[in-house]
Antibody, heavy 117, light 116 residues
Framework: EVQLVESGGGLVQPGGSLRLSCAAS????????MHWVRQVPGKGLVWVSR????????SYTDPVKGRFTISRDNAKNTVYLQMNSLRVEDTAMYYCARRQNSYFDFWGQGMLVTVSS | QSVLTQTPSASASLGASVTLTCTLS???????VDWYQQRPGKGPHFVMR????????FKGDGIPDRFSVLGSGLYRYLTIKNIQEEDEGDYHC?????????????FGGGTKLTVL
C-alpha cells in the first residue's frame, strides 16, 4: 500500500525555520518525482516545489524561491522541504504528493505549518 | 487573470447531477486539466484528466463511472451523476506549465460541492 506521511510541522515565529519530511512506503521511491503542495485552510491548492527522481532537477513557485529548499534521500525514501525566513503568509497545510503520468496520484495526509508571533 | 478559474461553490440534491467547470485563460486553451476531489479533512485524490476534445487520458483509483469529464475550448468540465453523500467536498482543477526550473503546476481556486 502506497503511503506518504508528512512530519515536522508546527508553530514557528516569523523569520524562523522548519523542515518538513515526507516518508514514503509501498513503492519504489527512487523512480518517482515528488512535489509539495500547500493549502490555506478553506482555500485552494497552491503548488510549492518539485524534485525529480534523482534530485538533479528542482523547481519552486516564485513566492518561496530563495527561502525554501526541496531535497530527497532515496536511501531513506524521504523527501524534505527546508523552509527558512518563514512569513505569516506561509501558514498552510503542506502536502507531499507523488507524481505519475504527469498527475498527482498519491497525496499525504498533510502537515500544518503555522507562522505567527 | 488566473490561469485556471473555478466557481467557488455548487450544490446538488442527492441523486441529481452536477457539472463543475474549470475555465482556462486564453493563452492556455490547449492545456490538459486534472481534476482532484478533496473530502473534508482529507488530502486530495485524483479523479480524472481531461484533454482537448474531451479525451480522458487517466482515471483515478476507485472513481466510479458516475464521474465523467468533457473539454471544449477554454472549458474543462467534471460531471457527477446520481450524486451521493460521499461526493461532497472540494474539487480542484490543475494543470502543468513550463519545464525544467520554470516548471510550475497551477490550480484553480476550487469548488466546494454541497450535497443537499
Amino acid at each position: 500500500e502506497v503511503q506518504l506521511v508528512e512530519s515536522g510541522g508546527g508553530l514557528v515565529q516569523p523569520g524562523g525555520s522548519l523542515r518538513l519530511s515526507c516518508a514514503a512506503s509501498g513503492f519504489t521511491f527512487s523512480r518517482y518525482w515528488m512535489h509539495w503542495v500547500r493549502q490555506v485552510p478553506g482555500k485552494g491548492l497552491v503548488w510549492v516545489s518539485r524534485i525529480n527522481s534523482d534530485g538533479s532537477s528542482i523547481s519552486y513557485t516564485d513566492p518561496v524561491k530563495g527561502r525554501f529548499t526541496i531535497s530527497r534521500d532515496n536511501a531513506k525514501n524521504t523527501v524534505y522541504l527546508q523552509m527558512n525566513s518563514l512569513r505569516v503568509e506561509d501558514t498552510a497545510m503542506y502536502y507531499c504528493a507523488r507524481r505519475q503520468n504527469s498527475y498527482f496520484d498519491f497525496w499525504g495526509q498533510g502537515m500544518l505549518v503555522t507562522v505567527s508571533s | 487573470q488566473s490561469v485556471l478559474t473555478q466557481t467557488p461553490s455548487a450544490s446538488a440534491s442527492l441523486g441529481a447531477s452536477v457539472t463543475l467547470t474549470c475555465t482556462l485563460s486564453s493563452a492556455y486553451s490547449n492545456y490538459k486539466v486534472d481534476w482532484y476531489q478533496q473530502r473534508p479533512g482529507k488530502g486530495p485524490h485524483f479523479v480524472m484528466r481531461v484533454g482537448t476534445g474531451g479525451i480522458v487520458e487517466f482515471k483515478g483509483d476507485g472513481i466510479p463511472d458516475r464521474f465523467s469529464v468533457l473539454g471544449s475550448g477554454l472549458y474543462r468540465y467534471l460531471t457527477i451523476k446520481n450524486i451521493q453523500e460521499e461526493d461532497e467536498g472540494d474539487y480542484h482543477c490543475g494543470a502543468d506549465h513550463g519545464s525544467g526550473s520554470n516548471f510550475v503546476v497551477v490550480f484553480g481556486g476550487g469548488t466546494k460541492l454541497t450535497v443537499l
